[in-house]
T-cell receptor
């Protein structure tokens, strides 16, 4: 079945450091790919998405490119802030393999220190 | 615009009790679903619905029941609560389930403790 694997956390960075959170996927069909963010005590918010190969999603300084050849959707940010501290989830949605449901990775907790 | 609304936000249950987590959306979305979030497990799908009158099981459906009598509402029922059902529950919705690019929107979560 469809699955998502993302790097284990927690990740601790200093403010203004470069961030990469790796995400790879396995899917039948042609999935769309998502990054969601969860701030402490809150629900999930969509951070960015990409719906086809080579698409780049971007939002709030975060970027991720849908790489079909490597089945990856790594999240990057050039300069993190304390306010970026949160849990980040990579997810895919495929009408074929997952019946239109989101399949999540286990999440990566990011802590940014001033 | 209320989006996806879940109630209650916090609940403590005794083992064996039953309860219903309410979920409502005001975006005329066809697709709705329930997930549970547990430490180190990510989010796992419990049940989902692609339209009124249609429901199906997800990855972890045991101990839960759902119905979809209207487009707006998708309640999750715990039939006989067990400590293993202590979790954070999220309701979610999207325009349809047939287009993978449609964004799924989440409620703020319901924290459930079973003692």
């Amino acid at each position: 079945g469809d699955s998502v694997t993302q790097m284990e956390g927690p990740v601790t960075l200093s403010e203004e450091a470069f961030l990469t959170i790796n995400c790879t996927y396995t899917a039948t069909g042609y999935p769309s790919l998502f990054w969601y963010v969860q701030y402490p005590g809150e629900g999930l918010q969509l951070l960015l998405k990409a719906t086809k190969a080579d698409d780049k999603g971007s939002n709030k300084g975060f970027e991720a490119t849908y790489r079909k050849e490597t089945t990856s959707f790594h999240l990057e940010k050039g300069s993190v802030q304390v306010s970026d501290s949160a849990v980040y989830f990579c997810a895919l949605r495929s009408y074929g393999g997952s019946q239109g449901n989101l399949i999540f990775g286990k999440g990566t907790k990011l802590s940014v220190k001033p | 615009n209320a989006g996806v609304t879940q109630t209650p936000k916090f609940q403590v249950l005794k083992t064996g009790q039953s309860m219903t987590l309410q979920c409502a959306q005001d975006m005329n979305h066809e697709y709705m679903s329930w997930y549970r979030q547990d430490p180190g497990m990510g989010l796992r799908l419990i049940h989902y619905s692609v339209g009124a009158g249609i429901t199906d099981q997800g990855e972890v459906p045991n101990g839960y029941n759902v119905s979809r009598s209207t487009t707006e509402d998708f309640p999750l029922r715990l039939l006989s609560a067990a400590p293993s059902q202590t979790s954070v529950y999220f309701c979610a919705s999207s325009l349809t389930g047939s287009t993978s690019g449609n964004t799924i929107y989440f409620g703020e979560g319901s924290w459930l403790t079973v003692v």
